[in-house]
């Protein structure tokens, strides 16, 4: 067994266990170093909600399948993202992130990323519209790729929603 496979295999059991235990996770949590920062940007919501174009970004892997899938090999993990056109349908997505259980979701991808929610909110004109455009990510991003994840991508992606006047943002974590 190489390297590369015996750290798959470690990585696949801490996610099975952090799963079924979810105990095992917080005692590890207790120990993680988040990065930090003193300033966070914020924006005061000033628009009706039902006038907001609301767009998603999720940590929780998914991308259309036609797309590249995250890098799960670097141990850093992949801090690029992928678009998801608002009216791609579900069957068009999938999901590639391995530091969670995500087989429910597998089933229905509404549980991470709750695109039919938002389409029944704005149909019913609880809000404006939904974003032409939203953003996937694979979450589990470490060590050196933090630093262009935060300079180079998020910055991108920000300006990309601010050109679809995107009101308000709903974060889906995996």
Known sequence: MTMKEKNSLKERIITAL??????????????????????IPWTPFAVKLSECRVAMVTTAGVHLKNQDPFDMVDEEGDYTYREIPGKAKNEDLTITHK?????????????????????EMAAAGE???VAATHFGFMGHIVGSKIE????????????KLISDEVDLVLLTPG
């Open 18 to 39: 952090f799963s079924r235990f979810p105990s095992l996770a917080e005692e590890w949590a207790k120990g993680f170093k988040a990065v930090r920062t003193e300033d």
């Open 148 to 159: 262009s994840l935060l300079s180079k991508v998020a910055p991108e992606v920000a300006n």
């Open 99 to 119: 530091y969670y259980d995500h087989r429910d979701a597998d089933k229905d991808i509404n549980i991470i990323y709750p695109i039919d929610r938002l389409r």
């Open 127 to 129: 809000i404006g519209s």
